[in-house]
């Protein structure tokens, strides 16, 4: 569930307050908190074979991570995947600027999107994607595609593919060397091998559920459920949604989040998320399918149900020893849009480029704090402001009806389309335009005092104890 970071990344110019914030937060090290301790010593090597490198998860962050150590010299880079076709529940939309970045082909791109239809809690529709040029676009994949390819493309280059579930990381240092425990399965055999093997570097690629964050005690992160069906439509409603998206913001939907109808490559995907109220998300779902109904057909054939955790916010710590997590596994998702797919590709990329340097052509052990004065450090510099920023206005945005009224009204404004968009596109934070800047704080507050008079009251909840729980 991507799309939505193209609506908020944009509010970052809606107030001082937040600009100042986004600026703070540069070369923050945000999430960081100190580690157990290991030893700072870096280890030369003269050990008469590669280093061994475990990437543990096959998504984005994975892949990208062992294409990167597949690619160095004097490193052998085991990849581990519990299921090679996994189909991760997921909105599946990415940014122009990844498309070149990462060098995918144009049939990764099932669906590119031009245009976007904003619902807000009284139905109110605005229409956004006036100001992209004829050659931008967010291109919409299937998960199933786009892992397989780049798993793939690091196993040519030469990582080594292993279909098995990791069950336990263990060591005596935290500086390792780490014993990976896993039961393999291979082709034509239903249940796993155990087997184990022992690693110099581990990078934890494995998602919300990470067993190697439980291995290194990185910390507990609150979660969102997202939840979404893929459904089959008629081919005169699908022309519809031919490079259309819809995003529905209101309380019914969700109390905290909102709810999408994507298009994929012969279908929908239909889904909504929550935080705060997860034991509900099927409620928020049958609301969404009751609010684009007429835009499915009288006979919409649900082909798969999904569901998953998502992250909130950071793990407490992100490297420990010679362990680096990437991804979700370091809770790389951000909050307001459910965006990761980037930022999972980028991280997973970042950390092992980071480490390969760091091990002089495969000669030295790099230590825990060099990889977080290289890895974590340029990560949090390049996209800390952005999460900080998000986080924020989730809060602001998505608590109430008035609040989503005015969010949903904004939209409406071609200055607040075109930020937007390029913010979302190329990853870069735009705008700065003083002028424009201070008309759209204004209209903002506007925004916020028309959305409160129309807006109907939020639906109560209770939810004290399930809410406490964290990953």
């Not at 040519?156 to 896993?182: H, M, R, S, W």
């Not at 819809?246 to 998320?273: I, L, N, Q, R």
């Not at 835009?295 to 149900?305: A, E, N, S």
Request: charged fraction near 25%; proline fraction near 6%.
């Amino acid at each position: 569930t991507e799309l939505a970071s193209k609506l908020a990344l944009h509010s970052t110019r809606t107030a001082t307050m937040l600009s100042t914030l986004a600026a703070s937060a540069l070369g923050l090290n945000i999430g960081a908190t100190p580690a157990p301790s290991s030893s700072r010593g870096a280890v030369s090597m003269d050990l008469g074979r590669p280093l061994r490198v475990a990437v543990v998860g096959g998504g984005p962050s994975g892949a990208c991570a062992a294409e990167i150590f597949a690619k160095a010299p004097n490193i052998d880079c085991t990849l581990f995947e519990r299921k090679m076709d996994n189909c991760k529940p997921c909105g599946g939309a990415i940014p122009l600027c990844m498309v070149d970045e990462f060098e995918l082909p144009p049939e990764i791109v099932d669906r590119r999107v031009r245009k976007m239809k904003m619902i807000s809690p009284s139905g109110r529709e605005v229409d956004v994607g006036r100001t992209l040029k004829e050659n931008e676009y967010i291109g919409m994949t299937r998960r199933e595609v786009l892992d397989a390819y780049l798993r793939d493309r690091a196993v040519e280059l030469g990582a080594k593919p292993v279909t098995g579930l990791v069950q336990k990381v263990e060591f005596e240092d935290a500086n390792g060397p780490y014993t990976i425990k896993y039961s393999e399965y291979k082709p034509g055999e239903k249940k796993g091998t155990p087997s184990e093997a022992e690693f110099d570097i581990i990078v934890g690629a494995d998602g919300a559920n990470s067993r190697t964050a439980k291995a290194i005690d990185a910390g507990e992160y609150n979660f969102a459920i997202a939840f979404q069906e893929r459904i089959k439509i008629p081919d005169e409603k699908m022309k519809y949604y031919e490079d259309l998206a819809e995003m529905y913001v209101g309380d019914d939907v969700s109390p905290d989040f909102y709810a999408w109808v994507f298009p994929k490559y012969d279908h929908v995907g239909v889904g909504t998320g929550t935080v705060v109220n997860r034991p509900a998300i099927s409620e928020y779902q049958a609301a969404i399918r009751e609010r684009c109904a007429d835009r499915l057909g009288p006979d919409p054939k649900v082909m798969k149900v999904e569901a998953h955790p998502i992250p909130e916010h950071m793990r407490p710590r992100r490297v420990v020893g010679r362990v680096a997590l990437v991804g979700d596994a370091a809770g790389y998702v951000t909050k307001c849009s459910g965006e990761g797919i980037y930022f999972a590709a980028k991280s997973g990329r970042m950390a092992a480029e980071e480490i390969v340097a760091l091990t002089a052509g495969g000669t030295r052990l790099p230590t825990e704090m060099e990889i977080k004065d290289t890895y974590l450090k340029k990560f949090d510099a390049a996209y800390g402001p952005t999460y900080l920023v998000l986080d924020i206005l989730q809060k602001v945005f998505y608590t109430n009806n008035g609040a989503r009224e005015a969010f949903v009204d904004m939209c409406a404004s071609d200055y607040v389309q075109k930020v937007t968009f390029d913010s979302y596109l190329y990853k870069k934070v735009q705008g700065n335009d003083p002028i424009n800047d201070i008309k759209l704080l204004f209209n903002t507050i506007g925004s916020v005092i028309k959305g409160n008079a129309i807006a109907k009251p939020d639906r109560t909840f209770s939810n004290p104890v399930e809410s406490l729980k964290r990953l």
